[in-house]
């Protein structure tokens, strides 16, 4: 028997409305990145394959997601250590790595917040050495939307997520 994605997370989620849906995806959106070791890619392909709205699924994904992201920078920006390595968990390695990339690649890295691992921290650097906010936001945002955007064309086709 051939069991999809969709047969085997419908069952474990709830019945609950759409607006509660989308609440939810935004919240595991943006904790996935801040503070709690966990993705989001697992949610919103969930609720593709249960029919909602690509275009809303992917909108708030990225939403979430980026402020989340923005969470770090302003962290980076204002907080001390205590906040960088007890909240964040960003541990010096982890640091250093989204630093040197940040100095090999400049802020266009940011492009690559989405990845796991350096993600998080190429944010807090952003934050650290005072990129422009809007330049985050730009950056942060492209490079979250198109990962978001790629899973769902993965998940349903091209074809399917523009009808």
Request: include cysteine.
């Amino acid at each position: 028997m051939f069991f999809t994605m969709a047969s085997v997370m419908m069952p474990v989620m709830p019945d609950i409305s759409l607006e509660h849906t989308y609440a939810a995806l935004f919240i595991v959106s943006f904790l996935a990145a801040t503070l709690l070791p966990l993705g989001s890619e697992w949610l919103l392909v969930a609720l593709l394959l249960d029919g909602k709205a690509p275009a809303a699924v992917v909108m708030i994904a990225t939403i979430g997601n980026t402020l989340g992201g923005a969470t770090n920078y302003l962290i980076g920006r204002w907080g001390g250590p205590w906040l960088i390595r007890r909240v964040l968990r960003i541990d010096p390695r982890q640091q250093q790595r989204a630093e040197n990339w940040f100095e090999r690649y400049g802020s266009l890295s940011l492009l690559l917040s989405w990845l796991p691992v350096v993600g998080d921290p190429l944010c807090l650097v952003a934050g650290t050495l005072r990129t422009s906010l809007l330049r985050f936001f730009v950056l942060v945002t492209t490079g979250k939307a198109f990962r978001y955007l790629t899973l769902a064309l993965l998940t349903l086709g091209g074809a399917e997520f523009l009808a």
